[in-house]
């Protein structure tokens, strides 16, 4: 499946392939390209089963990464830089196994490379409930007491709110995924992770994160430590962004 994609940046830079985690989509990462990737021609991905791409199964990584191929083909990118926060970091390392030449450096946003069954379990059956909202402010309200964030501006939200809340024929909002796509994602981060990559890796952790990864102290590997949690991206802004910049050089 060829999958929706947003463009920013240079339609001439150096191709950088965003990837985001489960339950999200790939505007997410709007003002890292417009605000510090500015030089590079910065691509957001919606997975099958998320945001504006088909919601058809079959969602298994293996396909994930079979669409992600795809979709960089039509596009005509044949490597780069790929970005993955979440699920999308496991995603990109996938990748990085598979097609070594397509990933020419990674970076990995706290990336869910093995989730413990236990909790891929709970948060699978979490998915299962219709949770609907009768205004975007009720929507934010409900992600910014969830416990899992604790700097994200509530503008952040807004623009979230804005992007990926969808009305459904009840009237009510709903985030814009599929529950079954995201059950099958948290499946598959409970099975065996995917290796580190070899190319030249950055992988940014949230320090009140929720996520454990054991990162291996290797050369092609460095490994930032931000403050906030799980969504580096929201909780640490500038910091992320500044790793990420330092990076890529």
Not at 22 to 45: N, S
Not at 191 to 205: D, E, F, K
Not at 227 to 243: I, R
């Amino acid at each position: 499946m060829q999958l929706s994609v947003t463009e920013w940046g240079d339609p001439a830079g150096e191709p950088v392939v965003c990837l985001h985690g489960v339950t999200g989509h790939g505007r997410r990462f709007r003002r890292l390209a417009e605000e510090r990737l500015a030089m590079y021609r910065v691509i957001g991905v919606d997975y099958r089963g998320h945001g504006h791409s088909g919601w058809e199964p079959p969602w298994s990584v293996e396909q994930h990464v079979a669409d992600l191929v795809e979709t960089a083909d039509a596009l005509g990118i044949p490597g780069g830089v790929w970005i993955g926060h979440s699920f999308g970091g496991k995603l990109v390392a996938e990748l990085a196994a598979r097609y070594p030449d397509r990933v020419e450096h990674a970076v990995l946003l706290d990336p869910a490379m093995h989730i413990p069954p236990e909790i891929a379990g709970e948060r699978a059956d979490g998915a299962r409930a219709d949770v609907s909202f009768a205004s975007a402010s009720e929507a934010i309200d409900a992600r910014l007491g969830d416990g899992s964030l604790f700097s994200t501006p509530r503008e952040t939200l807004e623009e979230e709110a804005r992007e990926h809340l969808v009305e459904g024929l009840d009237g009510r909002l709903r985030w814009q995924w599929s529950p079954a796509a995201v059950i099958v994602a948290w499946s598959e981060m409970a099975v065996h992770p995917p290796p580190w990559p070899r190319c030249p890796t950055l992988v940014i952790s949230g320090e009140r994160s929720w996520i454990t990864n054991r990162v291996p102290r290797i050369g092609n590997i460095a490994h930032v430590l931000v403050p906030g949690g799980h969504s580096v991206l929201w909780d640490d802004f500038d910091a992320t962004a500044d790793a990420i910049v330092r990076f890529l050089g």
